[in-house]
């Protein structure tokens, strides 16, 4: 457990983390309650962050759940009032929430002949309303709650945004296309508003996460057995560390990320935190 890396002081801050009834995002709440921040756990399963909220709150820490649908406007316009009511205006926002569908997934990695007449999902029948999901949850899944928090931003020194990005958007992964191209939007989007909020003294930046297990990815990643299954081989072979990340080290990037003082002068990067798998030919 990283706590307190680079002695980050996030007393006195107040930070929304989306996504949070997920494995990583709840992480990042932990990690930001545990430097000192008043954490506002977001999820559309208000049960799930209310658990990891508890679970701060039990630490000593101040946090609260709010069941809110990032793809609502008014909803995550309303959430932020209430979120100002109980802890004041927003310092940090943290994109997290988003993810894949099976809809937008082909069964197969490459395409050959007569594929397009089998009984199986290929490039040329998947679903248009998944691929839409998709994409919708992870790129609008972030505009919107930018819209919401930055506002409570304007004005004010030392604020900043952390979008999740992921490897798809450096190279996409073969069979999920959608959630690639959604994770490149992400980035450029991150690069977009560092200049557009530059002037305003917001800082945005992304992490990248490489590969890490979890309750999202398991089917991809394990047999029922438990044994690895021929993806996680390719995705450990071209993974220079050789294994799959942990959650808590993350928290090193997320916390020097959003220290005002040992990045005040970094913004729109997209931070790779994946075991050298962005820098492996493969040769």
């Known amino acids: 457990m990283i706590k307190n890396v680079l002695n980050t002081d996030l007393n006195g801050k107040v930070a929304v983390v989306t996504g949070a009834g997920g494995v990583l995002c709840s992480g990042f709440a932990k990690t930001l309650a545990r430097a000192g921040a008043k954490v506002a756990l977001l999820d ?42 109980d802890f004041g205006k927003c310092d940090i926002l943290i994109n997290g929430a988003g993810g894949n569908n099976a809809r937008a997934t082909t069964d197969k990695e490459y395409y050959f002949p007569g594929d397009i007449d089998e009984d199986c999902k290929n490039f ?62 992400i980035s450029n989007f991150t690069q977009w508003l560092a200049v557009h909020f530059s002037k305003e003294g917001i800082r945005v930046n992304a992490i990248a996460p490489g590969f890490f297990s979890t309750k999202q990815n398991a089917a991809l990643l394990w047999n029922e057995d438990g044994s690895p299954t021929p993806r996680t081989g390719k995705i450990l072979a071209a993974t220079p560390m050789g294994r799959f990340g942990e959650a808590k080290e993350l928290d090193g990037a997320l916390l020097f990320l959003v220290n005002n003082e040992a990045a005040g002068f970094i913004t729109g990067v997209v931070l790779p935190v994946d075991g050298g798998f962005s820098s492996y030919s493969g040769v």
Do not use: H, W
């Open 124 to 185: 040329f029948n998947l679903d248009a309303d998944g691929v839409g999901f998709v994409f919708n949850l992870n790129f609008l899944g972030t505009l919107i709650p930018t819209q919401a928090f930055a506002k409570q931003m304007l004005g004010r020194e030392g604020c900043n945004i952390i979008n999740i990005s992921s490897m798809n958007a450096f190279t996409p992964l073969t069979k999920i296309p959608a959630y690639s191209g959604a994770k490149a939007a």
């Open 44 to 85: 559309l399963n208000e049960e799930a962050a209310k658990a990891f909220a508890d679970e701060i709150v039990a630490e000593g820490g101040t946090a609260k759940a709010y069941k809110c649908n990032v793809l609502d406007k008014d909803i995550c316009n309303a959430v932020a009032d209430e979120i100002e009511k």
